[in-house]
């Protein structure tokens, strides 16, 4: 099988556009990791693309495409050429869920879910309601129109609260306000969150602000692999985060040593199963607080966390994610080892 990895930030999708440094990192990072597993497969013919600033040397045999400004034409004639496309991309500006869309639309196999789950996993206006109905915990939540009384909305909930885009990727554009200077900051900074995404593939979406009530406790991710129905996790990892107003993802340890880490696996499972059409490698971003896990959000698509996890186990988890997506979902591997790493990639023994 022809595959093609479009990693969108580092691959092109960003051409000729201002990027964070520290994205561009994650992304690079991600689709190195991810194409060294597809190709130590032996199975598959691997191709993938780099905007010419984030140029890494791939593995023998991998074909990298590179991509200048103004030459979108070229992903989409890839994307033609192949039998399956691998997408990694930003939920901001739906752009995840236009390329899968793209993709459907084109014949192609999809590696990851379909364009329908994404748009239901990555809007956080309507998670909560899809949570509260399989009794998995989530922050309280109130979704920002244009226009309406984000002060009023606030005092509701009560400061310090969390402001993030309505559609938004990792961290990006999410702050912490503890009064309402700081509100109109980090909505502000929300809009300026979605300006990168979503250009170069035609992305107009939904652009709300959601604000939610801040908890306090530990950070982690879920990783799973699902199959469309059903999921089983791979491991929980503690996430470390920066302690500014404007929150960053630095990294983290795999797996979690942790009392609520095996009810947090669980409540990821269970809001996998509550989002249908979930395939392949699959985060879940959960808040381990004094009174239990907290799902935060979902992301439908390889997460930054997979750069430890593929280090703990002697399994590829490409491979894996490659047989959940055609309904073949394995045990439970066992972790091997520990580690900690960092979101440009560096991994070590933990």
């Not at 509260?132 to 109130?142: G, N, S």
């Not at 797996?255 to 989002?275: G, M």
């Not at 004094?290 to 930054?304: F, K, M, Q, S």
């Amino acid at each position: 099988m022809r595959i093609l990895v479009y990693e969108f930030v580092s691959g092109g999708g960003c051409a000729g556009l201002a990027v964070a440094a520290a994205l561009a990192a994650e992304g690079l990072a991600m689709r190195t990791a991810l194409v060294a597993d597809l190709a130590a497969t032996g199975s598959h013919e691997i191709v993938t693309t780099t905007d010419v600033r984030f140029r890494r040397p791939a593995p023998e045999r991998v074909e990298v495409v590179e991509v200048r400004p103004g030459s979108v034409a070229v992903i989409e004639a890839l994307m033609a050429s192949v039998d399956a496309v691998w997408l990694v991309a930003p939920e901001t500006n739906r752009c995840l869920e236009g390329l899968a869309a793209d993709v459907e639309r084109g014949g192609r196999i999809l590696l990851g879910s379909n364009s329908v789950a994404i748009r239901r996993a990555s809007d956080k206006s309507g998670l909560p309601r899809r949570l509260a109905r399989i009794d998995v915990r989530h922050p309280e939540t109130i979704t920002l129109p244009r226009g309406s009384d984000a002060y009023g909305n606030a005092g509701r909930l009560g400061y310090p609260v969390v402001v993030k885009p309505r559609r938004g990727a990792g961290s990006h554009g999410v702050r912490l306000a503890r009064n309402e200077q700081e509100l109109r900051t980090a909505i502000a900074a929300c809009d300026g969150a979605c300006a990168p995404f979503g250009t170069t593939a035609a992305r107009t979406g939904q652009r709300g602000v959601v604000i939610q009530r801040y908890l306090r406790g530990v950070p982690a991710s879920v990783s799973l692999l699902a199959d469309g129905r059903s999921a089983v996790a791979l491991a929980v990892s503690r996430q470390r985060m920066s302690a500014s107003s404007g929150f960053a993802y630095l990294g983290g340890r795999t797996p979690l040593d942790h009392p609520q880490a095996a009810s947090a696996a669980d409540a990821a499972i269970r809001t996998c199963v509550a989002l249908p059409g979930l395939r392949g490698y699959v985060g879940v971003d959960v808040l381990l607080t004094d009174t239990g896990p907290v799902v935060i959000e979902v992301n439908a698509r390889l997460t930054t966390a997979y750069l430890g996890v593929r280090a703990v186990f002697d399994e590829n988890v490409a491979e894996l994610a490659l047989a959940a997506c055609q309904g073949a979902l394995p045990a439970q591997p066992v972790a091997r080892r520990r580690v900690r790493f960092t979101a440009s990639g560096l991994v070590a023994a933990a």
